[in-house]
């Protein structure tokens, strides 16, 4: 009997290759968007500072005639209008303006408070200072000439904290705009990639072991002439192969267990067959039997009417026998020449003898004429049956097989055309 389709087993679970190919790009892209975002934090830095000393300078510059002014006029009321107008925005801790002979006029400070890191310093450190000679112009008439000094100092953490929201804000939008575009390439990759492999893994898990050649080729529209779309005709080539190999050995396992001529199981099937019958119905404790087959004067018929019609009379009795005995169980096979054998796994001794019966009214229903028998006019068979329970007689198939052949002789010696069996 051929077996059936092997039962699927239930596979273990597998990561998705969507995913990790999401979280490799999405890791590169954070890993790539750290990289980039400081260096662009570098020069960030970098323009940070010149606005600063721009910015600062351009201050020092608007205010540089008043304070003159304030410091020519010896006028510290608008020496601290100046003072208060730079102090006002926090990004300044300390001011003071001097007359010329270094007193002070106006004076502001405020205690910087605490936290300013190692890198703040790094940074700005070296442009929080800033002191100018105050110059008064008195006109096209008179030189110009120093009249006092500003001297002012920045909050060196006001420009931390200005660093720090301008640095996260750049490295966020560096990261959502590093993981928007890995999220492009996720969906692009998943639909011109990954999405194709995954329908030739589906189609390959989806293929019958027993019919690699009916395998279900996926329709790769945009991968004919790409590495994908040759992957799929090599699989395709290999898989037809296999299946072709599968056909021969099926091809040549027929050969070998099936008889040429008649079409039904061969001497080497059924003693293959009766050694595995014999072994479950040991184990079993259920019964075995055997029906032996000849056919009555069958060299006569051969000699009278030729190779050709005892071929066709093999082929009959043989379809004969397949027809009745047509348990999925049983075996029906060639034993050799004009002998037939019959294997009846769970039939017992009357069981056997009835469709023993039935095989030879089977026969004689052919009609086959026969004009050299010496009882009849018509193609005829004796049958030999014999029936053990293997695990309590204890014969050996071997000898049931005897049984039967005795039994068959004992039919012809009876006249023929009949059924012999031990009683």
């Given at each position: 009997?051929?077996?059936g389709?092997p039962?699927?087993?239930?596979?273990?679970?597998?990561?998705?290759?969507?995913?990790?190919?999401?979280?490799?790009?999405?890791?590169?892209?954070?890993?790539?968007?750290?990289?980039?975002?400081a260096i662009?934090?570098?020069?960030?830095?970098?323009?940070?500072?010149?606005?600063?000393q721009?910015?600062t300078?351009?201050?020092?510059?608007?205010?540089?005639?008043?304070?003159?002014?304030?410091?020519?006029?010896?006028?510290?009321?608008?020496?601290?209008?100046?003072?208060?107008?730079l102090?006002?925005?926090?990004?300044?801790?300390?001011?003071?303006?001097?007359?010329?002979f270094?007193?002070?006029?106006?004076?502001?400070?405020?205690?910087?408070?605490?936290?300013?890191?190692?890198?703040?310093?790094?940074?700005?450190?070296?442009?929080?200072?800033?002191?100018?000679?105050?110059?008064?112009?008195?006109?096209?008439?008179?030189?110009?000439?120093?009249?006092?000094?500003?001297?002012?100092?920045?909050?060196?953490?006001?420009?931390?904290?200005?660093?720090?929201?301008?640095?996260?804000?750049i490295?966020?939008l560096?990261?959502?705009?590093?993981?928007?575009i890995?999220g492009m390439?996720?969906?692009?990759?998943?639909a011109?990639i990954?999405?194709?492999?995954?329908?030739?893994?589906?189609?390959?898990?989806?293929?019958?072991?027993?019919?690699?050649?009916?395998?279900?080729?996926?329709?790769?529209?945009?991968?004919?002439?790409?590495?994908?779309?040759?992957?799929?005709e090599?699989?395709d080539?290999?898989?037809?192969?296999f299946?072709?190999?599968?056909?021969?050995?099926?091809?040549l396992?027929?050969?070998?267990?099936?008889d040429?001529?008649?079409?039904?199981?061969n001497?080497?099937?059924?003693?293959?067959?009766?050694?595995?019958?014999?072994?479950?119905?040991?184990?079993?404790?259920?019964?075995?039997?055997?029906?032996?087959?000849d056919?009555?004067?069958?060299?006569?018929?051969?000699?009278?009417?030729?190779h050709?019609?005892?071929?066709?009379?093999?082929?009959?009795?043989?379809?004969a026998?397949?027809?009745?005995?047509t348990?999925?169980?049983?075996?029906?096979?060639?034993?050799?020449?004009?002998e037939?054998?019959?294997?009846l796994?769970?039939?017992?001794?009357?069981?056997?003898?009835?469709?023993a019966?039935?095989?030879?009214?089977?026969i004689?229903?052919?009609?086959?004429?026969?004009?050299?028998?010496?009882h009849?006019?018509?193609v005829?068979?004796?049958l030999?049956?014999?029936?053990?329970?293997?695990?309590?007689?204890?014969?050996?198939?071997?000898q049931?097989?005897?049984?039967?052949?005795?039994?068959l002789?004992?039919?012809?010696?009876?006249?023929?055309?009949?059924?012999?069996?031990?009683?």
């Amino acid at each position: 009997m051929k077996p059936g389709p092997p039962i699927p087993q239930r596979r273990p679970q597998r990561s998705s290759l969507t995913a990790k190919q999401a979280v490799l790009t999405l890791s590169i892209a954070l890993l790539l968007s750290i990289i980039a975002g400081a260096i662009e934090l570098a020069l960030d830095a970098r323009k940070m500072r010149q606005e600063v000393q721009s910015q600062t300078q351009h201050r020092l510059d608007l205010i540089h005639g008043t304070a003159a002014e304030a410091a020519f006029q010896l006028n510290p009321e608008l020496a601290t209008q100046v003072v208060e107008g730079l102090f006002g925005d926090g990004s300044v801790a300390h001011v003071v303006i001097r007359d010329d002979f270094g007193r002070s006029m106006a004076l502001r400070e405020r205690e910087v408070a605490p936290g300013s890191n190692w890198l703040a310093h790094a940074l700005f450190g070296d442009i929080l200072h800033y002191q100018e000679t105050l110059i008064y112009d008195l006109g096209a008439a008179s030189p110009t000439e120093p009249v006092g000094d500003i001297e002012m100092s920045l909050a060196l953490d006001r420009l931390a904290r200005d660093f720090m929201n301008r640095s996260l804000l750049i490295f966020s939008l560096g990261v959502f705009k590093a993981l928007a575009i890995a999220g492009m390439l996720v969906v692009v990759f998943h639909a011109f990639i990954t999405r194709p492999l995954l329908q030739v893994h589906g189609a390959i898990i989806e293929t019958n072991p027993s019919q690699p050649g009916r395998w279900r080729k996926p329709n790769l529209a945009h991968h004919g002439d790409d590495e994908l779309g040759h992957l799929v005709e090599s699989l395709d080539e290999l898989l037809h192969a296999f299946q072709r190999g599968l056909d021969q050995r099926d091809q040549l396992h027929q050969i070998s267990t099936i008889d040429g001529l008649t079409g039904i199981a061969n001497r080497r099937h059924f003693d293959t067959f009766l050694e595995a019958a014999w072994q479950r119905a040991r184990r079993s404790g259920r019964p075995l039997s055997v029906i032996f087959l000849d056919i009555d004067r069958f060299k006569d018929f051969n000699d009278h009417y030729g190779h050709v019609a005892g071929d066709d009379t093999l082929r009959a009795i043989a379809g004969a026998l397949a027809g009745v005995v047509t348990r999925s169980t049983d075996l029906v096979a060639r034993y050799g020449g004009e002998e037939f054998v019959c294997v009846l796994p769970d039939t017992d001794l009357e069981g056997a003898r009835l469709v023993a019966q039935h095989i030879r009214d089977a026969i004689r229903a052919l009609a086959i004429p026969h004009a050299c028998s010496d009882h009849t006019d018509q193609v005829t068979a004796s049958l030999g049956v014999a029936s053990t329970v293997p695990a309590a007689s204890g014969i050996t198939c071997e000898q049931l097989l005897e049984q039967a052949d005795s039994q068959l002789y004992r039919a012809k010696h009876q006249g023929r055309d009949r059924v012999a069996w031990e009683v």
